[in-house]
């Protein structure tokens, strides 16, 4: 080798180590904690100024964040430092020496356990910011908070930030099962790997943890609410524990869904009674062996008589009856039972009326460690429904309010959806919502899909979910544009842009799915596609023409008092909203009413007029969203650029299948033509009805049969 050419040859290797962090491919998984140099070069510059050390006297969690953080976004390390200089971030809790000295309590004492204050503070002529809490996991909170506003290119001159959660329990619950295949996943299999659990901590579980706690979620229930009572074996409890330590120093609690059968199942008793004491003291024995293997477990979530569970039901007892025996096994441990009343059992009645007809009655009779979780909505996450009457109808149970982050009728991972408008409608409903929950239980959207979610803006979802579980007054534009710069890019361009889809996004999917109150008249069993004709399912109540109920005089469910009479569970004031087809808002109208089809809407137009109005204006601004799209792509990576482009694809032409679908099949009744000039579909309805979708249960395969 000629002299000389051997320092560029390293050059050139050390160089070429580096460049694919340059050119890294962006494949989602840091989902908005991405901590990529600040790209504005002024602020950087006063961030950099701003930001010189670090004084603090514990290495927490919290402040290894905070440091990697900063490394990432300001581009170098910043140090620790003994003593407060000028720059200092000040970071511990009240009690810890760089921070007591501070005299801070007064303005402590409202944060509670979870919250925090970020304060700009001058002390001996020196700058700096002080990140506090009482407690550990509130100074974590507080250092995510910060990490935003960086990462949103936010101000960091004269601080003056608190907050704290306005509802104690923010918890995701896992439809995993034990096999890692996961109930209305569209994100490939379970992030939990049951088979190298205990002994291998996959990083991804410190990163589920980090990413949970950024957004101040602080539960986790790992398994399926269709619950294998092998969850509650010691194999398992072991790998739980497991998990749980992980997720303990990120302030993150793990629950699971128990099967209420598991006393036969896995402890050799005949009855599951929750009246007989030898079933009472299995419990309690299990609840003792659970919190050997967790001392901080936070309790059981049960779905009971409900699709084919078991439950107290079977033995003649009530709902209270059931958690009240499982409260007095964990109250000792102070853990707490998380009772769903999503039941959906054969009855005559209205389905939308089931479970208020069974929990409302139980109002006051169950024990205060009973959380009653309910959906948002009395059917079952549809695009649009109204709330749930049991808000505001159970004075006296803390309630938990159930979304539905995975997008089981709102296109799966497929179609670009978010959700915080759906959440809002429902939190923003009055009083009845507000005032009653104690908690958000999110039915998570993620997998082992190397970005968690599937579709890149499903991560979205996940992060609104925690954000309105933190703090619900929060608005959906405030969410989607802090998600979008932490995640993409501050381009303001293309955040206004994106903004602009997303905040639109659920609507438009409304209006190419479910238009004007319809609900429920998707494809039998997978719940992909439009199938408002099918009606061979066994339970009535299972087929879509149950719901929509047309016929050739109109189209809608008749639920006031000429009806089903669902109306009447509701309060006076949420009631009149909707009682009278005349005052009626267009966007609920066939949920209440089944209106005539030439019913004339508040716009002017007749009901049918009015309903392709809808689908077509769906499908229009699906188009709109791939074009606009495709104005601000250049702005990011091309890789989550070009599967964003990909998908929107997609779900163009699967609105296109909602819309000629769904009026040719309800033009079937309203024997009235399509809009002249629009569109035409281009197929017939039997090739619609015709089409077969394979969807193997209980897996994650899906595809259309061509
Ligand atoms: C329905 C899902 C079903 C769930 C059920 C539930 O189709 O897979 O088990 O909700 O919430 O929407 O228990």
Redesign the pocket.
């Known amino acids: 080798m000629k002299q000389g050419l051997f320092p560029i040859l390293i050059l050139f290797t050390i160089g070429a180590f580096f460049i694919p962090d340059v050119v890294r491919a962006e494949d989602g998984y840091r989902l908005w904690l991405r901590y990529d140099l600040i790209g504005n070069p002024r602020l950087l510059q006063s961030y950099r100024k701003t930001i010189l050390s670090i004084h603090t006297d514990s290495l927490s969690t919290a402040t290894k964040e905070l440091r990697s953080g900063l490394q990432g976004l300001l581009g170098k390390t910043i140090p620790y430092a003994a003593d407060l200089s000028d720059g200092a971030l000040l970071i511990g809790t009240a009690s810890s020496p760089v921070i007591a000295h501070l005299h801070l309590e007064k303005n402590l004492q409202q944060l509670g356990d979870e919250g925090f204050l970020i304060r700009s503070i001058t002390l001996n002529n020196k700058h700096g910011i002080v990140i506090t809490a009482n407690t550990d996991k509130g100074v974590l909170y507080g250092v995510f908070h910060f990490l935003r506003l960086l990462q949103t290119q936010q101000s960091i001159e004269n601080l003056a930030i608190t907050s704290s959660p306005a509802l104690p329990y923010r918890i995701l619950d896992h439809?995993d099962n034990l096999s890692r295949t996961v109930?209305?996943g569209y994100a490939g299999f379970s992030i939990w790997n049951w088979f190298t659990l205990p002994g291998y901590l996959d990083q991804r579980y410190t990163d589920y943890a980090r990413v949970n706690a950024s957004i101040g979620i602080n539960g986790t229930v790992l398994n399926?609410?269709?619950a294998s009572p092998l969850i509650l074996t010691p194999a398992f409890l072991e790998k739980a524990a497991a998990l749980a330590k992980v997720f303990r120093p990120y302030g993150i609690k793990v629950y699971l869904s128990v099967n209420f059968s598991s006393p036969i199942a896995i402890g050799n008793l005949k009855t599951a009674d929750p009246l007989d004491p030898a079933v009472q003291e299995w419990w309690k024995k299990k609840a003792e062996e659970v919190y050997k293997y967790i001392p901080d477990f936070g309790g059981f979530l049960v779905?009971a008589n409900?699709?084919g569970?078991p439950g107290p039901q079977n033995y003649g007892r009530t709902h209270a009856d059931g958690a009240n025996m499982l409260a007095d096994a964990l109250a000792p441990h102070k853990g707490i039972v998380i009772w769903?009343a999503?039941v959906?059992s054969e009855t005559p009645e209205d389905r939308a009326k089931q479970a208020y007809n069974e929990f409302q009655p139980l109002d006051g009779k169950f024990k205060k460690n009973v959380w009653v979780q309910v959906?948002n909505g009395p059917i079952?996450?549809q695009p649009r429904e109204p709330f749930h009457p049991l808000f505001g109808a159970m004075p006296r149970t803390p309630l938990m309010l159930?979304f539905?982050l995975t997008q089981?009728?709102l296109g799966f991972s497929t179609h670009l959806v978010f959700l915080a408008p759906l959440f809002k409608e429902c939190l923003d409903a009055g009083s009845p919502v507000s005032s009653t929950i104690t908690g958000l239980a999110g039915?998570a959207n993620i997998g082992d899909d190397r970005n968690w979610c599937g579709h890149p803006f499903a991560q979205a979802n996940w992060y609104a979910f925690g954000r309105l579980a933190w703090s619900p007054n929060t608005s959906s534009a405030q969410i989607a544009e802090e998600w979008i710069r932490q995640t993409f890019t501050n381009s303001s361009a293309f955040v206004d842009t994106v903004k602009k889809i997303m905040l639109t996004s659920r609507e438009i999917t409304v209006d190419y799915m479910t238009p004007l109150g319809l609900h429920h008249i998707m494809g039998y069993s997978h719940?992909y596609g439009p199938a408002p004709w099918y009606d061979k399912a066994s339970r009535a109540d299972w087929n879509p023409v149950y719901f929509h109920k047309a016929d050739s005089a109109g189209i809608g469910f008749d639920r006031t008092s000429t009806g089903s009479n669902a109306l009447e569970q509701y309060a006076p004031e949420a009631r009149t909203q909707w009682e009278d087809i005349k005052t009626c808002p267009d966007s609920w109208l066939l949920w209440w009413h089944h209106a005539p089809w030439s019913w004339q809407m508040h716009t002017g137009r007749t009901l049918w007029d009015e309903l392709c109005h809808k689908y077509y204006t769906g499908v229009d601004s699906v188009r709109w969203m791939q074009k606009s799209w495709a104005t601000v792509k250049d702005y990011i990576d091309p890789e989550r650029a070009q599967q964003v482009k990909m998908l929107l694809d997609i779900q163009e032409q699967e609105a296109v299948w909602w819309r000629d679908a769904c009026l040719l099949y309800f033009g079937t009744f309203s024997r009235m033509p399509l809009p002249t000039g629009a569109e035409q579909p281009a197929h017939t309805l039997d090739y619609y009805e015709k089409q077969k979708f394979y969807y193997a249960p209980g897996t994650t395969t899906t595809g259309l049969e061509k």
């Open positions: 439809w109930e209305r399926n609410v269709n779905k409900s699709e569970q769903r999503f959906y959906k079952d996450f159930e539905q089981e009728y039915v719940h």
